[in-house]
Every structure is written in C-alpha cells, then in structure tokens.
C-alpha cells in the first residue's frame, strides 16, 4: 500500500543560531543573609512569606511530603501572586525580595532580624514611608523613630497617616500607640500630677501622643483610633488583599485539568541541545472568558526542569514570558487542544519536568509532572532529531535566527502532544538529518528515507500497512504529510529510517505510537 503524501523538504540544514533565552542555574533559594525565600524545607512558610502566605495554602504546604512537592508549591506560590504575568519577571517577587533584605539592612537594631521587626513587617507590607524621623537621643528616651505616610495605601486612613516605633530596653523598636511613655527611661511622668515631656510638652489623657502630634496627627486622634491605624498599615494593601483573598477561593486541582506534554530535540551550534517544551490542554477542560466580545480561554502555563543527577541545575520555565500561547488556540473547537510552548537550550541529561496549568476564569490549577531525556546531538556519526508528529508543519518565507514559539527553522509547527489526530487532520513528521556524508562534487548528501506504519491489532501481531519512500534526497530537514480521512480509526506506529547511499550508513528511530480518532 502506497500511502498518498506531500513531501516538503529543504536542501540545507538550518543551523540553530540561537541566544537561547533560558539559561540553566540553580533555583533562587536563600539570600545572602540566609533568608530562605523559596528553598523546600518543612518550616519555608514560618520565613517572610509569613507576612504574605494564606491559612489555607499553610495548610496544604504542611500536608506536602518531599521536597519536589514542596519546590513546585513554591513556584506556584509566587507565580500566582505574579501581578504583570506576561513580562519576564515576576515584579511582585522582586519587589517582596528587595523589601526582605531592605528591611533586614535598616532595621536589624538587636539580634533580631530586621524583616521579623515590626518596622520590618510594616516596610514588607505597604513599603518604605514618605518621611522618617529619629529621635533616638532626646532627653530620658530610649529612642523614639516616627514613618509617615502622606499618601497611605489604605483608602480609610488619613492622607497623613503616622506610625511610631519605641525603643525597649534592649534597643528593639516596638510600634508604639504612646511613643513618649513607652520610651521614658525613668518612667517619671508616672510621678507627676500633670504629665509633661522631658520637652516640657504638656501631656492629655484622651488626645494623641505629643511625638505623633509633632508630625502633624490631629489632636483628636484617641489611642485606640492610633491602634487601629497600625492595625491596618501591618495588613495588606487592599488590591494584593483582594487579589489573595481570590487564592483562598482557589480550588487546587491536581489532575483536575488533564495536561499532556511532549519535549522535541535538535541541534545546536554549541554544547546545549536546543528542545521545545509543548503543552497541550483540552479546551473543554477549562472556562473562557469575554474578551472584546469574543469568548476565549485564559490559561496560564509555567514550571520548571530539574535535573535527576544534579539537583543544583534547574532551569526555569516561569510563566507566561515563556511559554506562548499558539495562534491558534483563540479558534480552539471543543474538541481541539489548546496548545502552548517554551523553547531554549539545555544541557544533556535526564530530568523531570515540572509543571502548573491555571485556569484563570475558574482558578483551577493542575499538576503535571514527567521524566525526560535531553539527547547529546554533538556526535559526528549519522543521527537525527526528535522525530516530531505535529497536527500543523508549514515553511514561512525565512527561517528564524533566535528562538521563536512554534518555529523551527523555516517552518511553523506545532507539535501534537499525546501524538492524537483526528480523520480531518493531516499527520505531519518533521525531523532533522545530522552529519551524512556530502558527494564531493556536487557539495550534497544523498539519501534515502523511508516511513514505515504499523497498525496495532488488540491480540494480534503488529501489522505493517504500507510505507512511503524519499529516494536520493539532498535535504537534511525532512517533512512528510498524510492526510487521514481515509484511515480506520485506532493505534498506529510510524518508524523511519535513513540510509546515507554515500557511505552505506543506516539509522533507524525508534517505533512511534500515534492515534487516529474520528
């Protein structure tokens, strides 16, 4: 049986010229004063992230078991609360990070480490203050600091909101309601009918502290207002409040979401192999939302790869700056995949890829985990690719010199992950051909392929149903396409093989399992 086809090829290898934009490293663990950040040990949420960190998660991170469980509850920590997904970075992390160690720096006055003071959860929470005044030499005080706040986070407070820290006798800075008594080393105003500063400012029951009047709080402000103020400034601010109270409502899925993934391998032009991570998730498995007047998916894909041999090399694959949506997920059916992927240059080895998928309309999150092997292409003997099936392989006009979402080479192709195809699809093989000899006079290799299916028979031996044949071609990127209207549904194999007619050199791919349903 001859199987109709469309053969594309190209004469030439396209050779990756790529600044590949993951670079390998170790995972953000802990600072340099040793604040632990994101390393996965059992106590990670008694560290900064306690000023941030919701009951709930607490209580599913507790639940965790080992340490990859407890690494990708802390990806997903901190991507979540990612407040620009779609830039490189994630700002709130960044911001959260610096303001740890800012704090740290500033406010470290006693063996205590400045981030767990209560001028270093205030500064962690809604950030630096306008104005900052130390009194830490007046006459009978400790020390007296005053922040003030002239625009306040917190629409309810005051536009000059001012909050004071009291030294105690160990030269901690406490927030303190009544700074001029809490600070008094003698405590004398204690003894005095009318209760004075040592500045001689006339102190009255039921009125703001002197210290806080001085920066501008209004006579009128009670104790209890002044508790209430500082109650507010050691919260949230009300847009990351709202924002977290949506993760408490989050029901994380595991499995929930049925993801599948496939890794595809080439070459490149230095020691890394360059590979495309594609995700593929069922579009009826997630909610769309209006956007413009049209209903479409919003879906999120992020993780990481870690090595199985050196757990120090991760490479990550954090949210949407790299993993891209593919232009044609917006037309998705009911039944299509929704595909998405990330690309750059890995070192060669075994890993387990680690992934998340939220659903942003519904806030359901799936877990996707497997093991993957990063080929060494460098080798100067015969060789190919990753033989890619794809649901779409078309050339473009110029083949791409950085890496691109879905490009590879001069075409565009989307990999088809868990190799399933329908009887309106066309079943596209892409792969690579590397180091075949080249007949001196024409400067050519000559080659031989040939595409071998299986049909895979419940109880019966594999049953070969036809072949197609390349003769003496002179391109190194292969392309075959079926068209599969005419095929019974069910399991199949495709195998192909390659034959250098220069040198007699053969290689074979291992067999590959692709589905047909109707």
Not at 66 to 83: G, K, S
Not at 318 to 344: I, R, T, V, Y
Not at 418 to 434: A, H, K, P, V
Request: charged fraction near 25%; glycine fraction near 8%; proline fraction near 8%.
């Amino acid at each position: 049986m001859i199987l109709p086809a469309r053969v594309t090829s190209i004469a030439l290898l396209w050779v990756f010229a790529v600044s590949f934009c993951l670079a390998p490293g170790a995972a953000r663990a802990s600072g340099a004063d040793g604040i632990n950040f994101d390393k996965p040990t059992e106590k990670w949420y008694q560290g900064p992230v306690r000023y941030i960190i919701t009951k709930q998660e607490i209580k599913a991170y507790k639940a965790l078991e080992t340490e990859v469980e407890r690494a990708t509850f802390i990806d997903w920590f901190w991507e979540r609360r990612d407040v620009v997904p779609g830039t490189p970075q994630n700002e709130f992390r960044d911001r959260f990070e610096k303001r740890v160690f800012e704090s740290t720096r500033q406010f470290s006055f006693t063996t205590k480490p400045g981030w767990k003071t209560d001028m270093g959860k205030i500064y962690i929470l809604v950030g630096p203050p306008d104005d900052m005044v130390k009194d830490v030499m007046a006459k009978t005080h400790r020390g007296i600091i005053t922040w003030v706040y002239r625009r306040p986070p917190f629409p309810d407070l005051p536009p000059n909101t001012v909050v004071a820290f009291a030294a105690d006798p160990s030269g901690e800075f406490y927030v303190s309601t009544s700074p001029t008594l809490d600070s008094d080393v003698a405590r004398g105003l204690k003894f005095s009918s009318v209760k004075r500063t040592a500045e001689d400012r006339l102190m009255i029951e039921g009125f703001a502290d002197p210290v806080l009047l001085a920066q501008g709080v209004s006579l009128g402000q009670t104790e209890l207002q002044t508790a209430m103020i500082y109650g507010r400034m050691m919260q949230l601010p009300p847009r990351e409040e709202e924002m977290f109270q949506a993760f408490v409502q989050t029901r994380e899925t595991y499995g929930g979401i049925p993801v599948e993934s496939r890794v595809d391998c080439f070459r490149s032009n230095d020691d890394l192999t360059y590979a495309t991570i594609t995700v593929g998730i069922k579009s009826s498995s997630v909610q769309y939302a209006d956007k413009g007047g049209r209903e479409l998916p919003d879906v999120g894909v992020f993780g990481k790869m870690v090595s199985r041999t050196d757990p120090e090399l991760v490479y990550p694959l954090a949210g949407d700056s790299n993993f891209a949506p593919s232009q044609e997920n917006d037309n998705a059916g009911p039944s299509d995949m929704l595909l998405f992927q990330a690309s750059g240059g890995f070192k060669p080895g075994t890993y387990e890829i680690i992934l998340g998928v939220e659903d942003r309309v519904s806030r359901n999150i799936a877990a996707h985990r497997n093991n993957i092997s990063i080929p060494d292409l460098s080798g100067a003997e015969l060789g190919f690719s990753s033989i890619t099936l794809a649901a779409t392989m078309e050339p473009t006009d110029y083949a791409v010199t950085t890496p691109k979402p879905f490009r590879v080479g001069k075409f565009r192709l989307e990999p088809r992950p868990g190799n399933s195809f329908t009887l309106d699809e066309e079943l596209n093989i892409y792969f690579q051909i590397y180091n075949p000899a080249v007949n001196e006079a024409t400067g050519t290799p000559l080659l031989d392929v040939r595409y071998t299916f299986k049909a895979l028979i419940p109880g019966e031996p594999d049953q070969i149903i036809g072949a197609y044949e390349v003769k003496d071609s002179k391109a190194q990127v292969q392309g075959y396409a079926v068209p599969l209207k005419d095929w019974p549904p069910g399991n199949y194999r495709v195998i192909v093989s390659v034959l250098d007619k220069i040198t007699g050199a053969a290689i074979a791919a291992d067999e590959i399992p692709f589905t047909i349903t109707e």
